[in-house]
């Protein structure tokens, strides 16, 4: 089972045993079932689901015809779900709610981290930097020379590829699993899961069952 949801942010609750446990808001659903995709037609087995509408100053022709086909409008969200066998129970139009997993005790989020701007190797990477005194000037938190370990020797003078250094931290996808399912509130369409999943208050994830 699966859903689509919005991180409403963090707070704590109080488990059977009286203590506290950290744990994240997410607004899950309600979604449409935009697409079902199947072998016949698109080579694959998927369902696109799709969460909150598009302003009607900010819809496109494109958007507009794929969701009139669900006999809905426009979503800002939109993600597809692979399976292995047959999306039988899921037709187009359809809504889905938190309730599909009711059933379930772990799940696995799916976001974008928030991203950290150009960062350094010791923000980055967790380097230690140069010593704090005694003969080095100004360059304290460098991550220190890259020829000796850095060369694609064999395949030319770049930098080997994975090698860490200083660049562009956050903003990508990380999948966080196992979070223990705390609680359902079906009322409200929220989820409250055990610690912090990726991204921003705001941000959206996919949220799936755990396959252990």
């Known amino acids: 089972m699966m859903i689509l949801g919005k991180k409403i942010g963090m707070t704590q609750v109080y488990d059977n045993d009286g203590r506290i446990v950290p744990v994240t808001v997410i607004q899950a659903g309600p979604c449409t079932v935009m697409q079902v995709k199947t072998t016949e037609t698109d080579g694959y087995e998927a369902v696109q689901m799709g969460i909150d509408n598009v302003k009607k100053s900010r819809q496109i022709k494109s958007q507009i015809g794929h969701a009139s086909k669900a006999n809905d409008v426009p979503k800002k969200f939109v993600r597809e779900f692979r399976f292995e066998g047959s999306p039988g129970e899921y037709k187009q139009g359809d809504k889905v709610t938190v309730e599909v997993l009711a059933e379930a005790k772990h799940v696995d989020v799916v976001g974008t981290s928030k991203g950290k701007g150009y960062a350094g190797v010791m923000k980055r990477h967790g380097f230690g930097g140069f010593p704090g005194s005694h003969g080095t000037e100004r360059k304290h938190r460098a991550g220190g020379s890259i020829g000796s370990h850095a060369s694609d020797r064999g395949h030319g003078g770049n930098v080997k590829k994975g090698k860490r250094m200083s660049g562009h931290m956050g903003n990508v996808r990380v999948t966080s699993k196992n979070h223990a399912l705390v609680s359902i509130d079906a009322e409200k369409n929220l989820l409250i899961?055990?610690?912090?999943?990726?991204?921003?208050?705001?941000?959206y994830v996919m949220v799936k069952e755990s396959k252990v």
């Open 193 to 203: 899961v055990k610690g912090s999943v990726p991204g921003p208050a705001g941000g």
